[in-house]
């Protein structure tokens, strides 16, 4: 009887580790990297010139004409320029990292494809899925600017008149239904629906109307400037006016941190470039070079529109919503007023066909991969563009546009933005440090002085191995819980950063220590030597940096986004394992070569040569032709 309850105990025990072996394989299933994306059904067409195009225009939108009066005003005063600096030396470093990736991985997606040839299949849904919730919300928040932005030039009377005919008394919606925001993106969505390079044609008009309306601005702004405008004492502040401590950085160190956290959606944007590997000519050197040229545009445009914005007027005097109408009207220039405004609108409109542009890409990569429903990867044989991902996700922007408000919808998409950058930088370090032919491979067992021995690289390797690339892999996710215990003192502690707590100085320290040990181990550690057309400089520094100035932000972030964020999540969760770990193209692949090693074991058995009853040589290919039932006869045979 005892015999009898053991057996069936060690049976339930073996069943149930079985089941958890079974469900990690699925979750950490690899893509493969064996296509150059040369057979993909999407048009190549896209030039470099495109490509920069998208990138400046999907990025220079609200960014120029909202963010910079308004971070002026309420966090940084003149210190908006190292403000945007300090945001885009972190976007720069994301960016590198965005770029060896495309230079690796010529196909649609982005951070997705990129994670799930590197990590594995759950992490790259999670991402595709904050992805999609990106450029949802990108694409909704720059509809909403744009229509506020217009009624502000009419003195608020669309929102009044809606706010009294539909006024919506819900605190997590806006106060009224924006059917003018719905509509446009409805529009631009059977733009781009029609064709990409129709689409991409009518970006870089907008683009270069964009360029134009900057240039106007800083040519009739700078001939406003007063140097003075960078230095005011506090003294000479107005009453009633929240000027800070006056002089260049009137709110201090906190407030240009706080005014870089949100300067940092001024560069969200750029990596849409990155969804275009399979619509771009010649992408390992087209898109690493757009990106890096399109970054460095927009930097020159924000500093410059900071800088001519904060001294031509003062700092307290900015209007957070509409900073250039209210510049020229308070110097009497209504006519650059107008020109600027109408070129503005266009602008905003650049913004939002860029926003837009890669979410039917992130969901055709998804549903090409079987992850998520694949209906939506069906592409149309005339315009060449995935036409039912591209409605959906314009109508679900549009709706999202009609019913949130703009501070809602910009408090929503920094987090998605963030957890992407992240895992692109953690990506970038596990394929460098992990030579191409050890992808997949099985583990090695490895004893404690082995361990101890590469942590130093003692034996001084020049090519990875499976132990020093899971010494990287476990430095990394190390390091990254070091990080997060870090800003977890930073961020509510940081006004107690001084000698009268050194409780709060002793932890950070340690914790900085610890990182930077961590560090030199992954320094020490052998880096694959494959040569790409552009790889990420100071590997592994700068990636590093990236994942802890990612984490900071992600830390900045309020309670309340976290919620909406985790219940999206959920949402997400649902649909993958309820639908896309058992529909999964990779798993699919999987299965056939598991039941490929059990026709090559039966044909074995029945000495037929590696030839049995069904027709199996023994060859992956051959046994490819064969239809799924025979597999299954094969193997319960």
Same mark, same amino acid.
């Given at each position: ?7 069936? %105990? ?49 990025? +220079? ?98 929102? %009044? ?39 991409? =044609? ?128 308070? =110097? ?26 890669? @979410? ?34 314009? +109508? ?111 932890? +950070? ?14 320094? @020490? ?27 900071? @932000? ?36 999987? @299965? %056939? ?45």
């Amino acid at each position: 009887m005892d015999e009898g309850l053991l057996a069936i %105990t060690v049976r339930s025990v073996m069943r149930m580790e079985g089941a958890v072996r079974r469900f990690w394989t699925a979750v950490t299933r690899k893509k493969q990297n064996d296509d150059d994306g040369n057979e993909s059904k999407l048009a190549r067409v896209l030039t470099l010139l495109d490509l920069t195009g998208l990138g400046v225009g999907s990025t +220079l939108g609200l960014g120029v004409y909202v963010l910079a009066g308004s971070v002026a005003r309420e966090q940084a005063g003149p210190a908006v320029v190292v403000s945007f600096l300090v945001a885009a030396v972190a976007s720069a470093i994301a960016a590198l990292c965005y770029a060896e990736f495309a230079a690796r991985v010529p196909k649609a997606g982005s951070a997705y494809v990129y994670s799930y040839v590197s990590i594995g299949e759950f992490t790259a849904f999670t991402i595709g899925w904050n992805l999609i919730l990106e450029y949802v919300i990108g694409t909704s928040s720059v509809a909403r600017g744009m229509s506020g932005y217009i009624d502000s030039l009419v003195d608020n009377k669309i929102s %009044t008149a809606m706010r009294d005919a539909m006024p919506m008394n819900v605190d997590f919606l806006s106060d009224y239904p924006d059917f003018f925001s719905f509509i446009v993106v409805l529009i631009l969505a059977g733009l781009l629906a029609y064709g990409v390079k129709e689409s991409t =044609l009518m970006n870089n008009i907008f683009t270069g109307v964009n360029l134009i309306v900057i240039g106007v601005v800083l040519v009739a702004g700078g001939m406003n400037c007063d140097p003075d405008n960078w230095s005011i004492p506090q003294e000479s502040i107005p009453p009633g006016y929240n000027g800070g401590a006056g002089g260049f950085a009137p709110f201090g160190f906190a407030g240009i941190m706080a005014g870089a956290a949100k300067c940092f959606y001024g560069f969200v944007g750029f990596d849409c470039i990155a969804t275009t590997g399979e619509e771009a000519q010649d992408p390992e050197r087209n898109i690493p070079l757009a990106i890096v040229i399109s970054l460095i545009i927009i930097f020159l445009a924000y500093f410059g529109i900071s800088t001519v914005l904060t001294m031509a007027l003062p700092y307290y005097l900015q209007d957070p919503e509409a900073p250039f109408p209210h510049l020229f009207e308070s =110097l009497g220039w209504i006519a650059i007023k107008w020109i600027v405004s109408i070129g503005a609108i266009f602008a905003l409109c650049t913004s939002l066909l860029g926003a837009m542009f890669p @979410l039917p890409r992130v969901l055709y990569a998804m549903s090409s991969d079987g992850i998520i429903y694949k209906k939506l990867q069906t592409v149309h044989p005339k315009t060449q563009t995935p036409v039912l991902a591209t409605m959906l996700s314009g +109508l679900l922007a549009a709706i999202m546009a009609a019913l949130f408000n703009l501070q809602q919808l910009i408090d929503m998409m920094s987090i998605g933005t963030l957890l992407a950058y992240t895992i692109v930088a953690v990506s970038v370090l596990v394929l460098r440090y992990q030579a191409e032919e050890l992808l997949g491979t099985s583990d090695v067992s490895v004893t404690v002085p082995e361990v101890l021995r590469q942590l130093v690289n003692g034996a001084r390797l020049k090519a990875p191995t499976q132990l020093s690339s899971a010494i990287v892999k476990v430095g990394v996710c190390v390091f990254a819980a070091f990080v997060c215990g870090a800003c977890g003192i930073l961020v509510p502690a940081e006004d107690y950063i001084n000698t009268d707590y050194p409780g709060v100085i002793a932890g +950070l320290a340690i914790l900085v220590a610890i990182l930077l040990t961590l560090f030199v181990i992954i320094l @020490l550690q052998p880096t694959d030597k494959r040569k790409l057309t552009f790889k990420v400089p100071l590997v592994p520094l700068l990636p590093l940096v990236s994942v802890f100035f990612n984490l900071y @932000l992600m830390f900045q972030l309020d309670s309340g986004t976290w919620i909406r964020f985790s219940v999206w999540i959920v949402v997400g969760y649902f649909i993958y394992f309820t639908y896309g770990i058992r529909h999964s193209v990779e798993g699919e692949r999987l @299965l %056939t070569r598991s039941e490929l090693a059990a026709a090559r074991s039966v044909a074995n058995a029945n000495g037929n040569g590696g030839i049995d009853n069904t027709g199996y040589d023994g060859d992956e290919k051959s046994a490819s032709k064969l239809p799924a039932a025979t597999y299954t006869i094969t193997q319960d045979s």
